[in-house]
C-alpha cells in the first residue's frame, strides 16, 4: 500500500511549464510502477506518462511526447512530470497513480492507488 499526494499544478499560459510532483509515502515506493494521467472535464481518463520502478524505462502519450518528460527519485519517494511548451488543451486534473508490478501499462484500471489530483489549466 502507498498514498499518494500530487502538487505543482496551477495557471500558466501557452508555452510556458509547469513541474508536477508526485510524492509517496511508504518505504517500498521503488517496488511500483508510477503513471500520470489526466482528466479534462467531460472527459475520460486520459494516459499521460509512465515509468518503471527504477525510473530505468519512460513511456509517454504521443499527444505530450517531446514536450513532458517523467522522473523519479525514488531516495525522494517522489515522481515528477515536467511539462513543457503547455498547451490549452493540456488543461485537466492531473494524477499520479502507483501500480505493484514491474510492467509499465497505459491502462488506468490496472494501476491500484490514486493521488487526489492537481489541476493543471493553460490559457490561451
Known amino acids: 500500500q502507498v498514498q499518494l499526494v500530487e502538487s505543482g499544478g496551477g495557471l500558466v499560459q501557452a508555452g510556458g511549464s509547469l513541474r508536477l510532483s508526485c510524492a509517496a509515502s511508504g518505504r517500498t515506493f521503488s517496488t511500483y510502477v508510477i503513471g500520470w494521467f489526466r482528466r479534462a472535464p467531460g472527459k475520460e481518463r486520459e494516459f499521460v506518462a509512465t515509468?518503471?520502478?527504477?525510473?530505468?524505462?519512460?513511456y509517454l502519450s504521443n499527444s505530450v511526447k517531446g514536450r513532458f518528460t517523467i522522473s523519479r527519485d525514488n531516495a525522494k519517494n517522489t515522481v515528477y512530470l515536467q511539462m513543457n511548451s503547455l498547451k490549452p488543451e493540456d488543461t485537466a486534473v492531473y494524477y499520479c497513480?502507483?501500480?505493484?508490478?514491474?510492467?509499465?501499462?497505459?491502462?488506468?484500471?490496472?494501476?491500484?492507488?490514486w493521488g487526489q489530483g492537481t489541476q493543471v489549466t493553460v490559457s490561451s
Open positions: 497513480a502507483a501500480r505493484s508490478s514491474a510492467d509499465l501499462t497505459t491502462t488506468s484500471t490496472l494501476y491500484n492507488y
Open positions: 515509468i518503471s520502478r527504477g525510473g530505468g524505462t519512460t
